[in-house]
């Protein structure tokens, strides 16, 4: 109802507004917005000096009882309401019309839904303790809010500032900092974050919140922290110098709650006794460093204590030192495998439920008795390249997205002909139906370390828009005729295809054969059962095609260096784990040029699919933007390449490509790894966006050095690509004069859908980052590291902080701190063989080395990219994530011991992660014994591993909650 939903907006705020909005949109609820007041007989005037909360109510009432009568009283109307007062006014007026509580509603309508119940009692009780608690206390802890008036008045005059609130995981009790928002960040003249010095400066506003910023007057300002912190790692650097002051405040209000579900863990026994008298009442950590502790009524402290939980906030009164909440449900066991992903999962607010029969029923049908052919309709329209192209395709080991396809060919003229042929997903997901909802709503394909969660179900992303080898499917192809020799492009041809791949390679077996080594023949199923004479020559087409296309890679990468395209660095760590799940091995990912070859031959398909639906719809055409970077978080960068002798140029992409391209130390060449790596930390994030939104001159792709740039390439794993794919369909039809069957977004529509897309994608990264982290300690668990080889490894140190240094593992994929002074106040001294112990002293730091030297009088220096031998361990942790703890043994370079050289890529299992695993395989043994009967059906739709029907009404209930309003690398 419409007076409904401007209650939710004007008693809960824009942000509840907007999920309650969202899901009245979404196609899956079936629910229907009813416009009461502009209804004849549903209208009801406002009474002069009634309260809006009344008036509410009283139209609300109003318009259940008309809609009664409106059925001829053959259906009875519920209305739950919260007020009391209401409850007793109208409960009995109107038979038909019930008006009662929700806890009623749930106890009437719902009495077997044990989770809603013990959901809603925990809110009751949490409301209950709430108001008894504002009754008794006087005292405040906070200043009370500024009025929402007050601060946009102060917003505009340019008295308040107004920001997202980031608070420093690493120092969470005292360091935050707001990002400018909006239209402050271009009224204010900041160039920096506001720093909140302190959590009384924050005033009860929680990381992610859209906060109102009052300055303190600059004789107050501070500096941040320059000691490196708990669990300190790789984060942005800020460009300030430690000592020197920056802008400081304190918040006055808060436009917009960021709240969402916590994961929890309650106290040990211990702790519970020490939190007082009332054990009802617990304090319960957050598994995000940056959450403040939560309160919560329970009477189950004590049995929950070994679990992951979560709960929810429901206020923070200017009263109370921490803010309230309440039990939500049990996720599993700390340090449980399964526990600890679906840990990950909720703090990214991601939901993996299984995709529903109305979704299946939607799908094609693939089966041996029934197999998928291309219909004689589509052969027509689309353009046949089966028997005329060499397609193949050419991806990681074990992937089964193939979402592109690779072609090039010599044309009778004597020209080439490039062809990247994309897997056409929006044959099969037509516009607002179901699947193609809950693709939006997911966004994205999420990529853990040893599982992933698929943006559309296994029929389409592993089969029919899969482009397996020998076997036909349907594509949307981008094909241009090059110059035989300068490989110009000389026209270009998009549309519909039909095409059948004829191999689908491994980077490493292309990577083999580009190089000439052709004994690789034998990993390479498609010609491994030709016979010799078959097979040579077509692997001598093969050799050609891929040796033809990496040349014209260099030509177009070599067109873009000139440009300013920039080579970043990442570090991309694969966790290699057996048969059984038990990890085998940490592999930091080994680049190969074929990997340059096939991103390059992408790139051009996405840039010029991004000039093509720009011209159609200069408007309303999804695009991706990397702004240029702030100039002051290059200075971490420029000062590490001093210490090195270079220097480096960031004015624009260009300056930066070359200054990176010349900053090579020939005696090590991780120097230039680590130098690119830093400027890869001071980029801005690449976005999504609508071309309606935003200027032509901001269209620009920093990274990539290209005026236009979208996703096209991908429609299996990201949403972004499935819009572009029907933008360009669009513009294919409006270039023919036909009918535009596309159903095409508003730029409105657009804008907001990007903000949404924009923000899982960081889930995504965030979740794979976590969960690559969570296999790292998990490898390293169950060593010894004081006498196990493996936890000896070659660091170099990136960067000098007051207490310490950063450094990197390479062989590993590493990034961590290393202190030089522990919490005795000792410090790191090394004898002559380089080997370490801690002595009483002190550190002297500069910009580009920190100096430790005992009371004895020796001193031992660290250089900035100084090559230490480090021990690798695990800090265990029982309410946050483990992380790896980095000690350095020694100030000389790690050797590796031949032995270890022989067998790095067979390491041993690991004890306690077979431990830590076997309950997995335990309970999907319980599960395949009791689902026999439905084991194929759960194979092909199944994408999580749910035992019980509670369960999964719980994941249908998070899905419900799922915000898809929320705004947020290439």
């Known amino acids: 109802m419409q007076t409904a939903c401007q209650a939710v907006q004007h008693q809960r705020g ?26 004849q007989h549903c209208y009801l005037p406002r009474e002069k000096g009634e309260a809006m909360e009344k008036w509410q109510t009283r139209s609300i009432y109003n318009s259940a009882v ?148 009052e300055m303190l007057p600059k004789s107050e300002w501070k500096g941040r922290t320059a000691a490196l912190g708990e669990n300190d790692s790789d984060d942005k650097a800020s460009g300030e110098s430690p000592s020197e002051p920056m802008p400081t405040g304190r918040v006055v209000g808060i436009l917009q709650k960021n709240w969402r579900d916590y994961v929890v863990t309650f106290p040990s026994k211990e702790e519970v006794q020490s939190q007082g008298k009332n054990a009802q009442k617990i304090l319960v950590t957050p598994w995000d460093y940056r959450i403040p502790k939560i309160r919560i009524s329970t009477q189950q402290a004590e049995a929950l204590q070994d679990f992951r939980v979560v709960v929810r906030i429901d206020s923070w ?26 840990t990950i999962l909720v703090e990214n607010s991601i939901s993996v439920v299984p995709f529903s029969e109305a979704q299946m029923c939607e799908m094609p049908v693939n089966t041996p008795e029934n197999p998928w052919k291309v219909s004689p309709k589509e052969e027509q329209e689309r353009k046949d390249l089966r028997t005329t192209h060499l397609v193949f395709s050419i991806d990681p080991k074990g992937c089964e997205d193939v979402d592109d396809t690779l072609s090039v060919r010599t044309l009778n003229n004597g020209n ?7 897997a056409d997903v929006t044959h099969f997901v037509a516009p607002n139906s179901y699947i193609d909802v809950e693709a939006r709503t997911r966004a994205t394909t999420y990529y853990l370390a040893d599982r992933r969660y698929d943006m559309l179900p296994s029929i389409l992303s592993a089969d029919l828009c899969s482009l397996l080898g020998g ?104 966790v290699q784990l057996d048969d059984k799940k038990n990890i085998r091995d940490l592999i930091p990912k080994q680049p190969l040029e074929v990997h340059e070859t096939v991103a390059e031959c992408m790139i051009l398909a996405n840039h010029w699919v991004a000039k093509k ?67 890869t930390q001071a980029m801005s994030n690449a976005l999504y966006f609508s071309t309606g939104s935003c200027a032509e001159e901001e269209f620009h792709h920093y990274g990539l050095a290209l005026d236009k740039y979208t996703h096209f390439t991908s429609p299996i794993r990201r949403y972004s ?80 902080r007051t207490n310490g240094v950063l450094v990197f593992i390479p062989r590993f994929g590493i990034k961590g701190a290393a202190y030089l002074k522990n919490k005795d106040s000792l410090v790191i001294s090394c004898g002559p063989e380089g080997s370490s112990e801690w002595k009483p002293g002190s550190l002297q730091r500069s910009q580009n080395k920190i100096i430790s030297t005992t009371a004895g009088g020796q001193s031992v220096t660290f250089h900035l990219f100084d090559h230490v031998t480090v021990r690798i361990s695990v800090q265990a942790s029982r309410c946050h994530s483990d992380t790896i703890r980095l000690e350095i043994v020694s100030n000389k370079p790690y050797m590796i011991p031949n032995t270890e050289l022989c067998h790095q890529s067979s390491l041993l299992k690991s004890e306690l992660v077979k431990e830590v695993t076997r309950s997995v395989e335990e309970a999907q043994l319980a599960q395949e014994v009791k689902g026999k009967v439905i084991q194929e059906e759960h194979q092909e739709y199944c994408q999580t591993k749910g035992r019980s029907l509670y369960t999964l009404l719980e994941e249908i209930r998070d899905l419900a909650l799922l915000d898809v309003s929320d705004s947020c690398a290439m």
């Not at 507004?17 to 009461?36: E, G, I, Q």
């Not at 200017?318 to 526990?339: C, K, M, Q, W």
């Not at 903000?755 to 899982?760: D, Q, S, T």
């Not at 000896?792 to 960067?799: E, F, K, P, R, T």
């Open 66 to 213: 008309w809609y009664y009568h409106h059925c001829e009283d053959r259906m009875p109307i519920v209305m739950v309401t919260e007020d009391e007062e209401a409850i007793q006014k109208y409960g009995s007026e109107t038979e038909g019309v019930f008006v009662i509580s929700f806890k009623n509603y749930l106890d009437n309508f719902w009495p077997d839904l044990k989770a809603a119940h013990d959901l809603c009692d925990s809110i009751l009780q949490s409301r209950r303790e709430r108001e008894t608690e504002s009754q008794e206390t006087h005292g405040k802890e906070y200043p009370e809010h500024l009025p929402l008036e007050v601060l946009e008045a102060g917003i505009k005059s340019g008295r308040y500032i107004q920001g997202i609130l980031n608070v420093n995981k690493h120092r969470a009790q005292i360091e935050a900092f707001v990002r400018l928002h909006g239209a402050s960040s271009k009224d204010s003249g900041l160039v920096s974050d506001i720093l909140i010095h302190g959590s009384k400066a924050r005033n009860r506003s929680i990381h992610g919140d859209v906060v109102v910023v």
């Open 14 to 39: 824009r942000r509840q507004y907007n999920k309650l909005r969202n899901l009245l949109k979404d196609a899956r609820h079936d629910c229907v917005l009813f416009a009461n007041e502009f209804q």
């Open 317 to 342: 009164e200017a009263t109370s030192v921490y803010p309230n909440g309440h039990f939500v449900r049990v996720l599993g066991r700390i340090g449980d495998l399964e526990g600890e992903i679906a």
């Open 416 to 422: 080439l002909e490039l062809g990247v042929h994309i």
């Open 721 to 800: 690509d499935i819009v572009v794919h029907r933008l360009l369909m669009a513009a294919i039809s409006k270039d023919k004069k036909m009918e535009i069957k596309e159903n095409l977004f508003s730029n409105k529509n657009l804008e907001e859908l990007c903000r949404h897309i924009n923000n899982r994608n960081r889930a995504a990264q965030r979740s794979q980052k976590q969960s690559t982290e969570l296999f790292q300690c998990m490898y390293f668990k169950d060593r010894d590291a004081e006498t196990e080889e493996r936890c000896i490894a070659d660091g170099v140190i990136y960067s000098i």
């Open 471 to 574: 076997v036909d499917r349907y594509a949307v192809s981008v094909m241009w005729e090059l110059d035989k020799t300068s490989y110009e492009i000389k026209k270009v041809w998009y549309g519909r295809t039909i095409i059948r791949s004829a191999y689908k390679l491994f980077y490493e077996a292309a990577q083999e054969l580009l190089d000439g080594n052709f004994s690789i023949v034998d990993d390479i199923p498609e010609l491994k059962a030709l016979d010799k004479q078959s097979q040579q020559a077509k692997l001598e087409e093969l050799v050609w095609a891929i040796g033809k296309l990496t040349d014209i890679a260099r030509h177009i990468r070599a067109k873009r260096d000139r440009c300013g395209a920039l080579e970043l660095e990442g570090v991309e760590v694969r």
């Open 613 to 679: 639906i720009w011209e159609s719809f200069p408007h309303q055409a999804l695009l991706r933007q990397h702004p240029p970077p702030h100039q002051e978080f290059f200075s971490e960068l420029r000062e590490c390449a001093k210490a090195k002798g270079f220097f480096i140029d960031t004015r624009s992409n260009k300056t930066l490509a070359d200054s990176l391209d010349s900053a090579n130390d020939p005696k090590d060449p991780l120097v230039n790894k680590l130098l690119r790596s830093m400027a």
